[in-house]
């Protein structure tokens, strides 16, 4: 079965530094990937998408891999700030188009 | 715009009673999903509607029933409520997944089963 696997532990991370966060799945090859921020007791907020073919892709101070045959994506924010301490959570799609597969996420907390 | 929203914020059940979750969105999407939220797991999808008049199971569909009653509202009822139901639920609408389209979630419906 697929399978989404984020980090469980939380990241702790300097102000100013980079947060490194990753997602690797098996038995699966997603059309595309997303990121999204949660925070406590709010629903997830689209960050980005990545498609199979696209290596990075940036959107202000954050940046997104794909690497389809490590099978991993990595997301990436510069200068962190502790308004980005939060949640993130990765989701890839099903065939179906309709189905993400969700990972369990990864807190983030950025300390001053 | 209020993008996805659910009621109620915070429900407390017994075991067997029933319940209706209520989500409505206003941004003339065509599909609508209901998640489940479980310490330490991923989003589950419960049940979705690719679009007004059409619902599928998802994931984890036993225990739930849905309705979609036209484009923007989407509702998902307990029948008989178990304490494995104890979880957090999220509505989410989407554009049009084929496309690839962002999902929008509602705030969440924090639902207790004793």
């Known amino acids: 079965s697929q399978k989404i696997e984020q980090n469980s532990e939380a990241l702790n991370i300097q102000e100013g530094k980079t947060a490194t966060l990753t997602c690797n799945y098996t038995?699966?090859?997603?059309?595309?990937l997303q990121w999204y921020r949660q925070d406590p007791g709010r629903g997830p907020v689209f960050l980005l998408l990545?498609?199979?073919n696209e290596k990075e892709k940036r959107k202000e101070r954050l940046k997104v891999t794909f690497d389809t045959t490590l099978k991993q994506s990595l997301f990436h924010i510069t200068a962190s700030q502790p308004a980005d301490s939060a949640t993130y959570l990765c989701?890839?799609?099903?065939?179906?188009?309709?189905?993400?597969?969700w990972g369990a996420g990864t807190k983030l907390i950025i300390k001053p | 715009n209020a993008g996805v929203t659910q009621t109620p914020k915070f429900q407390v059940l017994k075991t067997g009673q029933s319940m209706t979750l209520q989500c409505a969105q206003d941004m003339n999407h065509n599909s609508m999903y209901w998640y489940r939220q479980d310490p330490g797991m991923g989003l589950r999808l419960i049940y979705y509607s690719a679009s007004e008049g059409t619902t599928d199971k998802g994931e984890v569909p036993n225990g739930y029933n849905v309705s979609r009653l036209n484009k923007r509202e989407f509702s998902l009822r307990l029948e008989s409520a178990a304490p494995s139901q104890t979880s957090v639920y999220f509505c989410a609408s989407s554009e049009d997944p084929t496309v690839n389209t962002e999902a929008f979630f509602g705030q969440g419906t924090r639902l207790t089963v004793v």
């Open positions: 989701a890839l799609d099903m065939d179906s188009n309709y189905q993400l597969i």
């Open positions: 038995n699966y090859s997603p059309a595309y």
């Open positions: 990545i498609r199979e």
